[in-house]
């Protein structure tokens, strides 16, 4: 995996003042981050989670999704800790990119679910690749992780590459009208565990 670090700041955020870690890839263009607080190179597990962009869900605030939700909850995990790290990584609509994601919401306001909806237009379900977080955990020093996420697929990637989930942790949030089958579709056909 050719993603590399690139520079590091200071981001003060609501929930505290974290450090910022710039990555970029030369073969996508595509630039990650990792957000850390506190000393994440000691060697002790890591309060961790792998959030893939969501423009629509992080910064447009839409009520489709639960990944705004989940963004907040993650960095006021790591805030109340006092330790830990977010990887945000450039991978739109589960891979599919934001126009895409478009045309997915179109078919989805038509009555497909997420999945039905990627496969409509070609995709497969879900063309995350985590293997992009190999050389940003391993240039934070991190080797052992609490992971927040609802999504196997997600421990079980980190494994593969080498590094210990030791715990994973239910990220919940609040259900509302609009996303309700969206929810339903991530644990029905996509294995998420909701709890």
């Given at each position: 995996?050719?993603?590399?670090?690139?520079?590091?700041?200071?981001?003060?955020?609501?929930?505290?003042?974290?450090?910022?870690?710039?990555?970029?890839?030369?073969?996508?263009?595509?630039?990650?981050?990792?957000?850390?607080?506190?000393?994440?190179?000691?060697?002790?597990?890591?309060?961790?989670?792998?959030?893939?962009?969501?423009?629509?869900?992080?910064?447009?605030?839409?009520?489709?999704?639960?990944?705004?939700?989940?963004?907040?909850?993650?960095?006021?995990?790591?805030?109340?800790?006092?330790?830990?790290?977010?990887?945000?990584?450039?991978?739109?609509?589960?891979?599919?990119?934001?126009?895409?994601?478009?045309?997915?919401?179109?078919?989805?306001?038509?009555?497909a679910d997420t999945v039905e909806a990627n496969e409509a237009?070609?995709?497969?379900?879900?063309?995350r690749d985590y293997s992009i977080c190999r050389p940003m955990?391993?240039?934070?020093?991190?080797?052992?992780?609490?992971?927040?996420?609802?999504?196997?697929?997600?421990?079980?990637?980190?494994?593969?590459?080498?590094?210990?989930?030791?715990?994973?942790?239910?990220?919940?949030?609040?259900?509302?009208?609009?996303?309700?089958?969206?929810?339903?579709?991530?644990?029905?056909?996509?294995?998420?565990?909701?709890?």
């Open positions: 995996m050719s993603v590399r670090y690139v520079e590091s700041c200071r981001l003060p955020t609501q929930w505290g003042v974290f450090d910022m870690h710039g990555f970029e890839d030369p073969e996508t263009g595509k630039e990650h981050v990792a957000l850390t607080l506190g000393d994440v190179a000691n060697g002790e597990p890591v309060l961790a989670r792998l959030h893939s962009e969501c423009l629509t869900g992080d910064g447009l605030f839409s009520l489709r999704c639960d990944c705004g939700e989940q963004l907040h909850a993650a960095l006021m995990a790591i805030a109340t800790e006092g330790r830990g790290a977010l990887l945000y990584l450039r991978q739109e609509g589960r891979g599919i990119g934001l126009i895409n994601k478009i045309k997915a919401y179109r078919l989805q306001d038509d009555g237009l070609g995709f497969g379900a879900d063309l955990l391993e240039h934070l020093g991190i080797e052992r992780l609490r992971l927040m996420t609802n999504n196997p697929r997600k421990v079980q990637a980190l494994e593969e590459l080498g590094f210990a989930v030791l715990e994973r942790l239910p990220l919940e949030t609040p259900h509302n009208p609009h996303n309700q089958k969206y929810l339903a579709t991530k644990a029905g056909k996509l294995g998420h565990l909701m709890g």
